[in-house]
């Protein structure tokens, strides 16, 4: 395997360690030291196992570039920097550091115990936020009315750090525009029925592409694999060696379908409440239900997914043992551990922007003489916690303010600005992650009880009210 590579203008790369292999490519992290971080993606020879040395495929390459560099400017695409050196065949891109492939998520470490394997590497919630982030990222092109085309576990590279949940999409040769030409691709077992039969891809089949992606993600299990992989065929039926055809051409029902006797067979998908709220329950059902099968336009646009999936992530709470979970009672802890762990209350963060209003005379009503200034409040987001006391009778909770809470939207909304802990003795600002962000407690809650708590934060000229209040 080549060592060291060159780009069109003769810099010198050294590749690493190889991240991942798809359909259009190979790619391997390059070591350069400090700086940004790079990659290489580049086609293999069979024979040599070294970089295609090809200059009709060199060609190919230089018009993917040229084409996928028109497109507008987008975060989160591993777009092309530079050309490989002719006649090798590949090009340099960006790639954050700390990434890995999607596809280690949709896996459980440990078959026996799926609760332990979801409860792993930032549990619920980052598996929840990785998906709004993908969803957000497939909002933004569909938006433009870009297609991905080939959405697949080892297309999709995002963070290896516990705290954070960066999506990017490494695999962009096939980026354009809808109208831009009929093609059919993608990978097995995560391509639309349409295309699995040879139609072209759309936006449409990259939401049912997602969709398949995130059911797995969260539940360890495919959407169409139940009980019916256990019954025989009938006489004239070729079922058995065609079953997983007859599932991608969209003619098996989706195991949560009402009146189908496709009943969920494994992993997570035999009690969906415990991995997701009704609302996305309705949208994987929306997709993969007869109507997402067959008519492609009734499946769930991206920018649906992405807000439901920030409202879960909104409603998830953690237990006294460090689980995240949805719903009234942590479905993870053993009962040993919830009658070790100690009692949980559980608060509701509401972030609110605070705007000057002006009320005149003639809207104030008859009897006023004079404008007045009143404060509008408009509902951000409601952010939800749960808190277990300590022994000892100690009280503390911390917890994250993330930026989406201060109206922002897009990568980095899901990161901590600032974090506020509550003790007996009072409230105190622990982290503030910005200088230009000031925060200010103007009531603090009583007896280390964070019920109560309200603070607001200035940024950028704007200011947001949040206040803590119980959430029985």
């Keep these: 395997m080549d060592a060291l590579v060159y780009d069109k203008w003769g810099n010198s790369y050294t590749l690493g360690d190889c991240l991942g292999a798809g359909g259009q490519g190979t790619v391997f992290r390059v070591d350069r030291g400090a700086g940004r971080s790079l990659a290489v993606k580049a086609v293999l020879d ?22 996928v560099r028109a497109l507008p400017e987008l ?9 490989l050196q002719k006649p090798c065949c590949g090009y340099i891109m960006r790639l954050m550091e700390n990434m890995g492939e999607f596809g280690a998520w949709l896996r459980p470490a440990d078959r026996r115990d799926l609760g332990r394997s979801l409860s792993a590497r930032g549990g619920l919630r980052k598996r929840l936020t990785l998906l709004r982030n993908l969803a957000d990222v497939l909002d933004q092109l569909h938006s433009r009315g870009i297609l ?8 999709i590279f995002v963070s290896t750090k516990e705290r954070e949940a960066e999506v990017w999409l490494i695999d962009v040769d096939n980026l354009a525009y809808e109208n831009d030409g009929a093609r059919s691709i993608g990978t097995p077992s995560y391509r639309a029925p349409e295309v699995a039969l040879g139609k072209p891809n759309t936006i449409l089949s990259d939401r ?3 969709a398949l992606l995130a059911y797995e993600c969260l539940t360890f299990s495919k959407p169409f694999e139940g009980t019916l992989l256990e019954e025989e065929p009938e006489d ?7 079953i997983y055809e007859r599932i991608e051409w969209g003619e098996a029902p989706y195991v949560h379908e009402p009146g189908t006797a496709n009943a969920p067979l494994y992993g997570l998908s035999r009690d969906l409440k415990q991995v997701m709220t009704p609302e996305l329950a309705e949208l994987f059902l929306g997709t993969f239900g007869g109507q997402g099968r067959k008519h492609p336009r009734s499946r769930p646009a991206m920018g649906r997914w992405r807000d439901a999936f920030d409202d879960a992530c909104g409603k998830l709470l953690r237990c006294g043992n460090g689980h995240t979970y949805l719903g009234q009672a942590c479905p ?4 040993e551990e919830r009658q070790a762990a100690g009692p949980v209350r559980r608060y509701r963060l509401e972030a609110r922007r605070l705007a000057a209003l002006i009320e005149s005379p003639e809207t104030a009503g008859e009897d006023s003489e004079e ?3 009143s404060i509008a409040r408009e509902v951000l987001c409601t952010l939800r916690w749960s808190w277990e006391a300590e022994p000892g009778g100690r009280q503390t909770l911390a917890f994250p303010v993330p930026w989406k809470a201060l109206g922002r939207r897009g990568p980095g909304a899901d990161a901590a600005a600032f974090e506020i802990q509550s003790r007996r003795s009072g409230c105190t600002i622990e982290r503030n992650y910005d200088p230009k962000l000031h925060v200010k407690i103007k009531r603090a809650g009583t007896g280390g009880d964070p019920a109560g708590l309200l603070f607001t934060a200035e940024y950028q000229g704007g200011t947001v009210e949040f206040e803590v209040v119980k959430d029985e």
Aim: charged share 20%.
């Design 75 to 83: 975060p989160n695409l591993a777009l092309p920097l530079a050309p």
């Design 332 to 335: 993870w802890c053993t009962e």
């Design 46 to 67: 069979n024979s040599t196992g070294g970089i295609l040395r090809d200059e009709k495929q060199y060609s190919r390459y230089l018009r993917t570039i040229h084409r």
């Design 236 to 242: 004239g039926d070729d079922f058995g060696g065609g």
């Design 148 to 155: 991905y085309g080939d959405l697949s576990p080892g297309n």
């Design 371 to 373: 404008a007045s200034v």
């Design 208 to 210: 049912y592409s997602f």
